[in-house]
């Protein structure tokens, strides 16, 4: 007789925590999003210890596997600088022929896609809504509501982050705070 | 100035309803499940057309894509058959060296996982739990409950489904309502 042994990774549907052993943390502030933002000047004057994200994250195998999966859920803090709704970073996949599905937990927003030759596409994420980012496409998530937005991920472990391809060339357009909503603004 | 387009699936993270354009369903009765279940002759005196599970599932790439990913929801429904739970057919992957995420919605039961030399992990699953499959490991999922066991799942493109190992060689334990709750019995 075997026994039933207890699970010990929590993913909560409803909040969207992460959370128990080998679930790691990171936190980003407006500190780690130099040059992120089209108004610096705005971001630099503001207090540089500002949350601005946070993510959990599962990795049960190493970087770089083949075959296995990563398991995370980010909180997006709302907020402006200047007139652009706070985001991620945002990032390719390293491998970059590699896949990720988000689904929205909480809040809402828009989640920038943008393909190698910096065509835009922007997908509205709010609560229950699912989406499929194929590979070769840069993807960054933008709070456009007024409380956290919260966001799950599941990706392949060999995929890898490119920041610095964004982090160089940025996207192709920014999301930002208009008269009657959110409006995307390329170039 | 990009419009910014609603999300077209929903994944609904409370009650695990999947639906929108190109999500598949398959329902499996207790017709599909000869030979799944100890009691052959259990199984076979009740109604073949019993609903045993249904599946739904967003494949936004073709099968055996690399790099790619699918992501599903089960509905695993509560029954007996003899003293052994209603459970799924189970299967490894083809791919024998890709992984899987399951994670709770609605419901209880146990995850069984089965590796290669037919050694039997069986994990507790329940609202609200995460489960990472790693390759080389079957996987079959019964529901101990009294009601519908819903859980998600994310895998690779090109994992593929291995039905045929296990039909033939079945899983090297059973879930069996016992006294006091399930009980895993071996071989």
Redesign the interface.
Known sequence: ???????T??????TGL?K?PGVLQQFRTLSDLVGVFEDEAARSSMDPATPAYSVRT?L??PEGK????F?GCTYLQPGLVGDEYFMTKGHFHS?R?????Y???EGEG?LLLMAEDRT?????????????I??WTAHRMVNTGDTVLTF?A????DAGHDYETIRREGFA?RVKKGPDG?????G
Request: charged share 15%.
């Open positions: 007789m075997s026994t039933i042994v207890p699970a990774i929590d993913f909560d549907g409803v992460l128990g599962l049960p195998v083949e075959g296995g999966l398991f491998n022929d590699t896949a990720e599905f689904w929205g937990i828009v835009i596409r922007a997908e509205q994420i709010r609560k229950g809504s699912l989406h499929y194929p590979g799950g599941c990706w392949p472990s357009a959110p409006l995307v603004v390329e």
